[in-house]
């Protein structure tokens, strides 16, 4: 597949198919994410891949924990800043009518949110998923390198006809995903990623992008 194909072409997929990811491809495919540019080469990544029985477990803990309300895990980053200024918070705001919309969820039915939510926990049915962490130690740079870790695995995943949904969603339950995965100590658990191939029978709405005027500055010939 074309690069420009793949960037084009990768989406955050909420549905897929039950039909299993072969291990060669994940393999294949990590094992050239692991290219991806880091400063000084010190490659912060850790990375957990779950199918089969594991992944079923997690997915039923994590799903029954959610849907009995129990508190979130202690945050260990800020997923949004408090009071998202412009224009971050009109596209936030954008995407959540564009993605509740698409599944014909009215603004003000929260029970039928909080059904779309729990999805998330559930891999939105995806037989495969990645866990990326990060040690607590490291700064803001390296959680840089972490984003193009996997941005390349998606990219990487488009190549062999798979999709993904990477899901921050993860970190507020984070002591559930330890209990399966048993990290070391001093490791952040970033995000997960649902890993998969799409359900063409669910619907979506392709978020849109912002024109090139307003994010990229020109200067020169």
Known sequence: MDVYEAVKSRRSVRGFKDEPVEREVLERVLAAAAWSPSGSNIQPWNTYVMTGAPLAELRTSAVERVAHGDPWDKRQ??????????????????????RYSALGIAREDWEARQRAAIANWNCFGAPAALFCYIDRDLGL?????VGMYLQTVMLLLRAEGL???????????????????????????????SIGYEDP????????????????TFLGD
């Open 163 to 193: 999709h993904s949904c990477p899901q921050m969603a993860w970190s507020q339950v984070r002591e559930t995903v330890a209990e399966v995965l048993s990290p070391p100590e001093g490791l952040i658990l970033f995000c997960g990623m």
């Open 141 to 145: 740079p390296q959680w840089a390198d």
């Open 77 to 98: 980053y800020e997923m949004y800043p408090a009071g998202l200024k412009s224009p971050y918070g009109e596209r936030r705001s954008a995407f959540g009518k564009e």
């Open 201 to 216: 029978t669910v619907s979506y709405a392709r978020t849109g992008r912002a024109p090139l005027g307003e994010t990229v």
